[in-house]
Each structure stands twice: as C-alpha cells, then as structure tokens.
C-alpha cells in the first residue's frame, strides 16, 4: 500500500490493480466506499475494455480471445515507477498472460498525486510498437477503452438518508441516456434522470441498472450529502462516456465513473477495432486522460 498526504488530504493506492482503497479530506473523513459483501473493490481501473463484449469474446484478425467484464488491469499486480510522500507510479505492461486476452503490446501507466484541494489521477495508454517494424494487427493501432470505478460511501455521513443526496453536474445534461440489459447497452435513448443540473439519487434509479451517459456536457460535478459535505469530481475531454451506478438490488455505495469508451452494445459483432468508443492509439502514440476528486469540507454551521 502507498500512503500520499497533501495539504488536500491522504489518499492509500493499493500495487494490487493500482487501485485507490481510501480518499479522506483533511478533516480525516473517509469518502470511498470501504469494499464490503455488497461489492469487493474499491476504486478499479477498467482496461483494455469498459463493461463487456458480447459471450465475454473480442475478435481481432478473425481470431477470437476470451476477455471478460472491464478488462484484467484490475486483477494484476502493478510495478511500483515512482513513490514518494505526496505521489506515486504504478506501470502495468503486456505478459503471456495478457497476450491471451489481448493480443497487443501495451504499456499502462497510473499516476497519482495529492496537492492542497485533492486527489489527481491520469491515465497514460502507450503503444510500444515501432511503424513500419510491427505485425498487422498492431500497426493498425492499439484499440482500447479506459475508465476509472470509484465508489463512494452512500450514504457520505452516518444516519443521512440515501435518497437526501444528490449530483449536481456543471451544466444542464438534458440529452438522452442509455440504459443496459445486465452489463451490454440496449438499443434506444431512455430519458435523461437528470433535472437540469441535478441527479436525486435513490436506490430505485438503478433498478434499471447503470444510468450511462455518452452524450455528456458536464466536465464537472459534485455529489453532496444534505449537510454539504461531499466531493468534487473534474475530468477532462478525453473522457466521452460518464456512467452512475449502484448495485439493482441495493448497496451503501454510489459509482461516478469517468470513462473512454463503454461496453459493447448487445448485438455487437465484429473487429475490436470497430466496437463503439474504441480508441486506436497508433504505434508509438499515446492516450492520456486525466481527473480529480477533490473531497468537499463540512460547511460551518450558520450564525444564529
């Protein structure tokens, strides 16, 4: 485990998956869900693939290779680049292991580092292959999709109600939403949730499953629990897809999720390289993108 303390609070990233296991504010409190029977992660990063493919199968070059939900970057151990008090690197590269799901050279980085408002994470994608000296497949691109899971207590504060939170995105998201049949996304636009600016979460919201939202206008957000504490989410324009999730049957934990990319529509057929969302990251290129959570403070009470 890495500890990274800022001004803007402590952060643990775990070499297990890079993954975040803990985010407090400076005032100490806990934001991130604490894994439990309900769900066993915390924070996972999604890659080489965001949700699913149909029978759990990518085909690359007429050949098929068994990759299953979100990819395998969070089941991996990570080499640890770079760690000091405030910052950490964590690489992930392509193995015979990989290689069987995946078949492309790859090399993923995760940086993390806490400043005086929170936690900043970026993403680095790179595509090792040299143009003109690489196999078919890989010249064409390194197809990918990248995201970010973080699950975060819901309720923010002990003896909150769940359905007293809300999400208040930057701008007005009035478009369409997609919907999903289990982990793929079902053909046709569902109505946006979202009233103006502002997502009311409750439990039934997700009874449907995911609320996915590929038409974005927000690079920005805040999720708040009725006393005001709570936390602000940024992410930049590489991220196209942004997805708000809990468990259908019910959980203490709400998922914003910043994502390149999203799972596979359910009657998708084809080349990796033709799935929705997909990124080619050409040979000797690189994807990179980038977000924050800064934890939000408990408001001081008001005079009188």
């Not at 151990?77 to 015979?96: F, I, K, N, T, Y």
């Not at 957000?221 to 708000?244: H, I």
Request: glycine share 10%; with cysteine; aromatic share 8%.
């Amino acid at each position: 485990m890495l500890t990274l303390r800022g001004n803007g609070g402590t952060a643990v990233i775990s070499a297990h998956g890079a993954e975040p296991h803990s985010l407090r504010g400076p005032d100490g409190h806990e934001h991130l869900w604490q894994a439990g029977e309900a769900w066993r992660r915390h924070a996972p990063i999604l890659f080489p693939i965001v949700g699913r493919v149909p029978d759990d199968t990518i085909s690359v070059d007429g050949r098929t290779y068994p990759l299953t939900q979100h990819g395998f970057a969070r089941d991996l151990e990570w080499q640890v680049v770079a760690s000091g008090e405030s910052s950490a690197s964590l690489r992930l590269r392509d193995s015979d292991e990989t290689r069987e799901q995946f078949p492309f050279a790859f090399e993923l980085t995760a940086r993390y580092a806490m400043d005086d408002h929170g936690l900043v994470t970026t993403y680095e994608v790179a595509n090792p292959a040299q143009a003109g000296g690489t196999p078919t497949s890989q010249a064409a691109g390194l197809p990918v999709s990248i995201g970010s899971h973080p699950a975060f207590a819901w309720p923010l504060e002990p003896g909150a109600a769940k359905t007293d939170h809300v999400v208040v995105f930057d701008e007005p998201e009035p478009a369409p939403i997609r919907r999903l049949d289990h982990t793929l996304v079902l053909p046709g636009d569902r109505p946006s949730p979202v009233d103006g600016s502002t997502l009311r979460l409750e439990p039934a919201l997700f009874t449907a499953d995911a609320v996915v939202m590929d038409q974005i206008a927000s690079r920005g957000l805040r999720y708040l629990a009725p006393s005001g504490r709570g936390l602000r989410m940024t992410w930049d324009e590489v991220f196209d897809v942004f997805v708000v999730w809990s468990r259908p049957t019910g959980a203490d934990l709400i998922c914003l999720e910043p994502c390149v990319g999203g799972a596979a529509p359910v009657d998708f057929a084809g080349d990796l390289r033709d799935k929705p969302g997909v990124r080619l990251v050409p040979p000797g290129g690189r994807l990179v993108a980038s977000y924050r959570l800064d934890p939000l403070p408990l408001p001081p009470p008001t005079a009188g």
